[in-house]
């Protein structure tokens, strides 16, 4: 017979946590929130990358359309000493007949694009009538342009033109915004036409 009494065990409390588990519970809370932190930051930066993006692919189509519907009502010359078609340093100037919005279609423009200090400049003036308002803006989405034209009966592109009796027969446009191509070049086919009356003064 032992001489020790009965062992009564002690029961553990069950209530409380060690702490152990308080820290590794503590740890993984941290962890998470690092992941769902990085993740908003990650989904946030890509939404202000997709807006930008998109906020300069649409302003590059409406430049675009813009060069394409004024230089689509491009005209010769009609008048004696009024001036035709010139490029020149990447300035282009020419006269279209009527135009889209933000022009007045009842008139005649004198227009000139080429770059200044901010970008890509655009200025036009009515001709033959001043009560039209002047038009002067930047085009958006575009910071620069390389310009060249095919004469008529020619097949090389020049980076520049000054004959004021002929169109040329082709123009390509190509943007960019800072480094970066804005969209593949812009192809555009003239009309080359001539006006009689401006040949018959310069001839004279």
Not at 162 to 179: A, H, K, V, Y
Request: proline share 8%; aromatic share 6%.
């Amino acid at each position: 017979m032992s001489d020790h009494g009965p062992t009564v065990a002690t029961p553990r409390s069950s209530a409380g946590f060690t702490l152990l588990e308080v820290m590794v519970a503590i740890l993984l809370t941290g962890i998470v929130a690092l992941v769902g932190y990085a993740a908003a930051r990650v989904s946030i930066e890509a939404r202000t990358r997709v807006g930008v993006a998109t906020g300069a692919s649409q302003a590059e189509r409406a430049t675009r359309e813009l060069l394409r519907d004024v230089l689509r009502n491009l005209r010769a010359p009609q008048l004696p000493g009024e001036p035709g078609f010139a490029l020149r340093d990447e300035r282009l100037s020419f006269t279209a007949a009527g135009a889209g919005p933000p022009f007045d279609p009842e008139y005649d423009w004198r227009i000139t694009i080429g770059p200044d200090s901010g970008g890509l400049a655009l200025r036009a003036e009515p001709v033959g009538r001043a009560s039209a308002s002047r038009v002067a803006f930047r085009l958006a989405g575009v910071t620069r342009w390389e310009v060249r034209v095919l004469a008529p009966n020619g097949a090389d592109w020049r980076p520049d033109w000054s004959s004021p009796r002929t169109t040329p027969r082709g123009l390509e446009i190509t943007m960019w915004d800072d480094r970066t191509p804005a969209g593949m070049p812009l192809l555009l086919a003239l009309s080359p036409t001539r006006t009689s009356i401006v040949e018959d003064a310069l001839d004279q």
